[in-house]
């Protein structure tokens, strides 16, 4: 079984956003796009891990403009085919290796759009950290992310010592992937994103929003 979450996020390109068609879901999905296109509106935005360019699509229709990033061409391929309102600059980028601080300029937002599960618990706060070291003083960082609802999301398989939940996942082709899948409580969000900033929870039945406005005099 796979155990790579970039190699199956490569397999799984072109069947991703069938995720995003799931009926029950809808309206949760829309109250999520409006509140982005309102928090991310007149904004240079810095995309992490953008996948098929859903969310860019949507929140371009508010942004400035946005740099979309995300580690597998797979995925880059079907996101530069979206027809974006804003200008976007989708590149092949790892999140966890942005540029060094200062050799571009500071973003007014950071954007991560169903990233945060994924990252491992432990790694969090310095993801984070790094992160927020790209964007502007008094500017944002948002996150959407999927809350566990039974009946709805897919199990949950195994947990490791640090506490990381895992899913096993199967995609169209057959082939099983064990795919590491976090679901925090608002608690949890808020306590890492507040060393950042005044934080925000917004929780659907589906997703949760996390908008954290970072302090004005932050490092
Ligand atoms: C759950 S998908 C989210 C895609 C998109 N943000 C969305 O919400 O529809 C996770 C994405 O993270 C990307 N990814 C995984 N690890 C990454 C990394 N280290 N740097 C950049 N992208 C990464 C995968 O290629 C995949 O497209």
Redesign the pocket.
């Known amino acids: 079984m796979n155990t790579d979450?970039?190699e199956y996020?490569?397999q799984r390109?072109l069947e991703?956003?069938a995720?995003?068609q799931k009926p029950e879901r809808q309206g949760d999905l829309h109250t999520a796009e409006t509140s982005l296109q309102e928090r991310l509106a007149g904004l240079d935005v810095l995309?992490?891990?953008?996948?098929?360019?859903?969310?860019t699509e949507k929140i371009a229709q508010t942004a400035r403009s946005i740099c979309a990033?995300?580690?597998?061409e797979?995925?880059l391929a079907i996101a530069r085919s979206k027809t974006c309102l804003c200008p976007v600059d989708f590149r092949q980028?790892?999140?966890?290796?942005l540029p060094p601080h200062g050799e571009e300029p500071a973003f007014d937002a950071l954007f991560?759009?169903?990233?945060w599960?994924?990252i491992p618990r432990q790694n969090l706060s310095d993801v984070l950290e790094s992160l927020q070291k790209r964007i502007a003083s008094g500017g944002r960082l948002v996150f959407?992310d999927n809350r566990f609802v039974e009946n709805s999301s897919t199990p949950v398989h195994s947990r490791d010592e640090a506490g990381n939940t895992y899913q096993q996942r199967r995609l169209g082709d057959g082939t099983e992937h064990l795919v590491l899948k976090n679901f925090p409580t608002t608690d949890e969000i808020r306590s890492l994103l507040s060393t950042f900033g005044k934080t925000e929870i917004l929780e659907l039945t589906y997703f949760w929003l996390a908008d954290c406005r970072l302090f004005s005099n932050k490092r």
């Open positions: 979450p970039v996020y490569r390109a991703y956003e995720i995003y995309e992490i891990a953008c996948g098929t360019g859903y969310w990033g995300d580690i597998n797979a995925v980028e790892d999140f966890y290796q991560g759009g169903f990233i599960s994924h959407i």
